[in-house]
Nanobody
Framework: QVQLVESGGGFVQPGGSLRLSCVASRSIFSINRMGWYRQAPGKEREFVAKIFSDGSTAYAESVKGRFTISRDNAKNTVALQMNSLKPEDTAIYYC?????????WGKGTLVTISS
């Protein structure tokens, strides 16, 4: 099993930045895919970004050029740097990984963008 714990959420004004972190309970060296999803109020959970063990990444169109995902295998962490934040980025952000054919989720961290 894998436990994922997110942190770094908060309240920022439009145009601001936040850095989310996700710590895994086991080594992520062998976890091929790790990513971030988000769920806004009244909406379904949606894909944000993912990173593979070879360092390749993929992003939702809505965050391309503003968000950057990274992983540190030595610290068992995945980070999401979010810049130029918009009110529509307001959501609960969830860390996700696929390991041994099972999807694991964290409990989420709330990001609120408002003036």
């Amino acid at each position: 099993q894998v436990q994922l714990v997110e942190s770094g959420g908060g309240f920022v004004q439009p145009g601001g930045s936040l850095r989310l972190s996700c710590v895994a309970s086991r080594s992520i060296f062998s976890i091929n895919r790790m990513g971030w999803y988000r769920q806004a109020p009244g909406k379904e959970r949606e894909f944000v970004a993912k990173i593979f063990s070879d360092g390749s990444t993929a992003y939702a169109e809505s965050v391309k050029g503003r968000f950057t995902i990274s992983r540190d295998n030595a610290k068992n962490t995945v980070a999401l740097q979010m810049n130029s934040l918009k009110p529509e980025d307001t959501a609960i952000y969830y860390c996700n990984c696929l390991w041994s054919s099972v999807n694991y989720w964290g409990k989420g961290t709330l990001v609120t963008i408002s003036s």
